[in-house]
T-cell receptor, first 112, second 114 residues
Framework: QQQVKQSPQSLIVQKGGIPIINCAYE??????FPWYQQFPGKGPALLIA?????SEKKEGRFTISFNKSAKQFSLHIMDSQPGDSATYFC???????????FGQGTRLTINP | DADVTQTPRNRITKTGKRIMLECSQT?????MYWYRQDPGLGLRLIYY???????NKGEISDGYSVSRQAQAKFSLSLESAIPNQTALYFC?????????????FGPGTRLTVL
């Protein structure tokens, strides 16, 4: 059972465009929603995270938008650069559970 | 030096062989995790440990076992490897006593079972 569903599986965007990656979750008890970034040959690394008490969080060019009623959240990358090309994973966690449920991943390519 | 290391980085083995993947960390974290990554399936939790005496199954533990030899070391074993265990395996750590929820991942082990 996939508790966090991520789309699209792959995405190609021109430099300067705004790629958007979407995730939907089922369990309303989830209270922590991180995004991880993974470059080829490396392990995933935390990029940005949000809790359900806010609808948006920005860190540099990366923004999470969160819609609690729809049980959806998304990652937006402003002014995308070729160096942003990576695989992105959304995830969710229950309060106190200390383990993450990951989405399927999105392979993002930013063309020069 | 990397905070979370995994050995080996690449391994090719045959069906039926016993394989051990090792993870070591210098972050001083108590929580450790093993995941496997498959295209289109994301990262799935195999086992996790909150301390040396606490081992828990994740969502896909069948065919795997783990050992927490010390706070800094967490090993994953495949007792009798099969081809559908071909995947990228990651170890991760977390500070259970900290305020944050961030998990720190190792560089991964690419395992191929022929």
């Amino acid at each position: 059972q996939q508790q966090v569903k991520q789309s699209p599986q792959s995405l190609i965007v021109q430099k300067g465009g705004i790629p958007i990656i979407n995730c939907a979750y089922e369990n309303t008890a989830f209270d922590y929603f991180p995004w991880y970034q993974q470059f080829p040959g490396k392990g995933p690394a935390l990029l940005i995270a949000i809790r359900p008490d806010v609808s948006e969080k920005k860190e540099g060019r990366f923004t999470i938008s969160f819609n609690k009623s729809a049980k959806q959240f998304s990652l937006h990358i402003m002014d995308s650069q070729p160096g942003d090309s990576a695989t992105y994973f959304c995830a969710a966690s229950l309060r106190g559970a200390q383990k993450l449920v990951f989405g399927q991943g999105t392979r993002l390519t930013i063309n020069p | 030096d990397a905070d979370v290391t995994q050995t080996p980085r690449n391994r090719i083995t045959k069906t039926g062989k016993r394989i051990m993947l090792e993870c070591s960390q210098t972050k001083g974290h108590d929580r450790m995790y093993w995941y496997r990554q498959d295209p289109g399936l994301g990262l799935r939790l195999i086992y996790y440990s909150f301390d040396v005496k606490d081992i828990n199954k994740g969502e896909i533990s069948d065919g795997y076992s783990v050992s927490r030899q010390a706070q800094a070391k967490f090993s994953l074993s495949l007792e009798s490897a099969i081809p559908n265990q071909t995947a990228l395996y990651f170890c991760a750590t977390r500070d259970g006593g900290g305020l944050g929820n961030e998990q720190f991942f190792g560089p991964g082990t690419r395992l191929t079972v022929l």
